[in-house]
């Protein structure tokens, strides 16, 4: 049951536990930073106009990539 949990899922796309959960806080940090500039934007247009799209796109490009285990790359 431990194996399945923890490890199962990184050995399947040929990461480390370490890696895996490196990737994933970066990714998961990415998406709260793009979605608190989303809400930024929500009430000043003129601030963060094309934020999200372009961590969205990274995010896209990183994940599809399988380059996520690196921290992704945070340009505001």
Do not use: N
């Not at 970066?26 to 979605?35: E, F, H, Q, T």
Request: aromatic content about 8%.
């Amino acid at each position: 049951m431990f194996d399945r949990l923890f490890h199962d899922h990184p050995r399947s796309i040929g990461m480390s536990y370490g890696e895996h959960g490196k990737g994933a806080a970066a990714i998961g940090l990415a998406m709260i930073v793009g979605g608190v500039a989303c809400l930024v934007h929500a009430a000043v247009p003129g601030l963060f106009k094309d934020t999200a799209s372009r961590m969205l796109g990274k995010l896209h490009r990183d994940t599809t990539s399988r380059s996520a285990r690196h921290f992704p790359d945070f340009e505001i």
